[in-house]
């Protein structure tokens, strides 16, 4: 008999978890003003909230963190970063940051100015806060299929070139400062980029003189998906596969907090010095000296080890083999989701999950806190109230996909909870005709409302 799959790890510490009841959550929502960033911890059951500096550390990044060195100037941390990122990554210059939005604040308030167009594959919610924050204005250039739930495509985070093309024509190069990747590409569902459309748009956007960044947060389960999935690459290692995807990039932004599976961290790497010396000032001034950039040297040394981590196999077909493990028994009941199952998190269509909530009394939002009320599972809204409104008419944006999402975080729990969490999703897909009303806003800030915005039952 063929061995079933297991961890590729065991377990050496533990973490209790809290129960509550319906009536103890249904309080503690009133009380969160229906928003389930103001939850505490102790109110959740299973965190599905981000796979983001939620990662379980391995003994050896806790080794790593007794070693780290703390100097305020050229740490041996920071040299063991500097290393590990020329290793995988192949970037000879670098800036560590506290996270990946700092790391684009840094690089962004170097490369982008008002007036500018940044396109890209469904840039995430803090790239395209950071580009409009800056009065400059974010292009979508995802491929079509990526809009469709149910159609089967392998690299749904793919740009479409005539769309990139078309962004190119239409504007003079030096209103674009870079077309930022995504890989893989969060806000369509997890999805990877292939090799071919990697090298086909750094060709395209070379040929208009425009620079490639890779938004990198999650590139190693971009790899195993190529290796997976793409044709020439069964055979090459997964660091092979990085090595590869970044010959076709000119900078990158890291949220180590994903695939580095560090609880916090970031970092920004370029190959041209040019760059290096204008980010280089905002990193000191926002933050911290560039040997260290608003980490502690045992921060840095614990990343150079989780970007060796995270780029082995076996760590990497456990964590996906856990989300597919949750996302066929979703399918197996009919719950309508993002397909093929992307790599770090399960995106439940809200639309058609709860066709009977308006649009405009938010759907996914409504979706997540059944999901909350029914088993203390807390998913994430990736609809219309992350959408935000436009900046200009400050209508409501609904963006094409109306997506709950349930993101897993790295070695952290086990296939028992997701049995409970794909249970408490199908109890309240039984009952989903009788969710007939939503939620309605009361209370938002001006950009990246979803944080701390303050809902009202309708
Ligand atoms: C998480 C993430 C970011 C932002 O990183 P933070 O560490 O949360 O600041 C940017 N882009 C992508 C694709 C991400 O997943």
Same mark, same amino acid.
């Given at each position: 008999?063929?061995?079933?799959?297991?961890?590729?790890?065991?377990?050496?510490?533990?973490?209790?978890?809290?129960?509550?009841?319906?009536?103890?959550?249904?309080?503690?929502?009133?009380?969160?003003?229906?928003?389930?960033?103001?939850?505490?911890?102790?109110?959740?059951?299973?965190?599905?909230?981000?796979?983001?500096?939620?990662?379980?550390?391995?003994?050896?990044?806790?080794?790593?963190?007794?070693?780290?060195?703390?100097?305020?100037?050229?740490?041996?941390?920071?040299?063991?970063?500097?290393?590990?990122?020329?290793?995988?990554?192949?970037?000879?210059?670098?800036?560590?940051?506290?996270?990946?939005?700092?790391?684009?604040?840094?690089?962004?308030?170097?490369?982008?100015?008002?007036?500018?167009?940044?396109?890209?594959?469904?840039?995430?919610?803090?790239?395209?806060?950071?580009?409009?924050?800056?009065?400059?204005?974010?292009?979508?250039?995802?491929?079509?299929?990526?809009?469709?739930?149910?159609?089967?495509?392998?690299?749904?985070?793919?740009?479409?070139?005539?769309?990139?093309?078309?962004?190119?024509?239409?504007?003079?190069?030096?209103?674009?400062?870079?077309?930022?990747?995504?890989?893989?590409?969060?806000?369509?569902?997890?999805?990877?980029?292939?090799?071919?459309?990697?090298?086909?748009?750094?060709?395209?956007?070379?040929?208009?003189?425009?620079?490639?960044?890779?938004?990198?947060?999650?590139?190693?389960?971009?790899?195993?998906?190529?290796?997976?999935?793409?044709?020439?690459?069964?055979?090459?290692?997964?660091?092979?596969?990085?090595?590869?995807?970044?010959?076709?990039?000119?900078?990158?932004?890291?949220?180590?907090?994903?695939?580095?599976?560090?609880?916090?961290?970031?970092?920004?790497?370029?190959?041209?010095?040019?760059?290096?010396?204008?980010?280089?000032?905002?990193?000191?001034?926002?933050?911290?000296?560039?040997?260290?950039?608003?980490?502690?040297?045992?921060?840095?040394?614990?990343?150079?080890?989780?970007?060796?981590?995270?780029?082995?196999?076996?760590?990497?077909?456990?964590?996906?083999?856990?989300?597919?493990?949750?996302?066929?028994?979703?399918?197996?009941?009919?719950?309508?989701?993002?397909?093929?199952?992307?790599?770090?998190?399960?995106?439940?269509?809200?639309?058609?999950?709860?066709?009977?909530?308006?649009?405009?009394?938010?759907?996914?939002?409504?979706?997540?806190?059944?999901?909350?009320?029914?088993?203390?599972?807390?998913?994430?809204?990736?609809?219309?109230?992350?959408?935000?409104?436009?900046?200009?008419?400050?209508?409501?944006?609904?963006? !094409?996909?109306?997506?709950?999402?349930?993101?897993?975080?790295?070695?952290?729990?086990?296939?028992?909870?997701?049995?409970?969490?794909?249970?408490?999703?199908?109890?309240?897909?039984?009952?989903?005709? !009788?969710?007939?009303?939503?939620?309605? #806003?009361?209370?938002?800030?001006?950009?990246?409302?979803?944080?701390?915005?303050?809902?009202?039952? #309708?």
């Amino acid at each position: 008999m063929k061995l079933p799959f297991a961890e590729s790890y065991k377990i050496k510490v533990v973490e209790p978890l809290y129960k509550s009841t319906r009536q103890d959550r249904e309080q503690w929502l009133k009380e969160a003003r229906y928003n389930i960033f103001n939850l505490r911890s102790h109110q959740v059951f299973i965190d599905l909230l981000t796979d983001s500096g939620t990662g379980a550390m391995s003994q050896f990044q806790w080794a790593e963190i007794m070693k780290g060195d703390e100097s305020y100037a050229g740490a041996e941390s920071y040299f063991k970063l500097k290393e590990a990122i020329k290793d995988i990554f192949g970037f000879e210059y670098f800036l560590p940051t506290h996270q990946g939005r700092a790391a684009e604040n840094v690089l962004f308030s170097a490369l982008v100015k008002e007036g500018d167009v940044v396109p890209g594959n469904a840039h995430f919610d803090t790239t395209k806060g950071h580009i409009e924050f800056r009065k400059a204005e974010a292009v979508d250039c995802t491929i079509d299929e990526a809009y469709d739930t149910d159609t089967n495509h392998p690299f749904k985070g793919n740009l479409d070139l005539d769309k990139l093309e078309a962004v190119y024509k239409k504007y003079p190069k030096e209103k674009i400062p870079f077309v930022v990747v995504t890989v893989t590409c969060n806000t369509s569902g997890g999805q990877p980029v292939s090799i071919e459309n990697l090298k086909q748009v750094y060709e395209l956007s070379h040929q208009y003189g425009i620079k490639v960044l890779f938004d990198s947060a999650r590139f190693a389960e971009n790899a195993y998906f190529i290796k997976l999935r793409e044709k020439g690459y069964e055979n090459k290692t997964i660091r092979e596969i990085v090595a590869d995807m970044f010959k076709y990039t000119d900078m990158m932004t890291m949220s180590s907090k994903k695939d580095a599976i560090v609880n916090m961290g970031g970092f920004i790497g370029m190959r041209d010095e040019e760059i290096f010396d204008k980010a280089k000032t905002f990193n000191i001034m926002f933050e911290g000296f560039i040997t260290y950039g608003g980490m502690s040297g045992r921060d840095m040394a614990a990343l150079a080890q989780g970007l060796y981590e995270g780029t082995e196999f076996d760590f990497l077909e456990t964590r996906i083999k856990q989300t597919e493990y949750l996302g066929n028994q979703l399918i197996d009941y009919g719950i309508p989701i993002q397909k093929p199952i992307g790599g770090h998190a399960i995106f439940v269509d809200a639309d058609k999950f709860l066709p009977n909530v308006p649009k405009a009394q938010y759907q996914a939002q409504t979706l997540t806190l059944e999901l909350y009320l029914e088993a203390g599972v807390r998913a994430v809204e990736i609809g219309t109230i992350l959408a935000d409104r436009d900046p200009v008419t400050r209508e409501n944006r609904y963006p !094409k996909l109306e997506f709950m999402r349930m993101a897993i975080p790295r070695r952290v729990y086990t296939n028992n909870h997701m049995d409970v969490v794909a249970t408490a999703l199908k109890n309240v897909y039984d009952r989903r005709n !009788k969710i007939t009303t939503g939620y309605k #806003i009361i209370k938002e800030a001006p950009i990246m409302r979803h944080f701390s915005v303050e809902l009202e039952k #309708i």
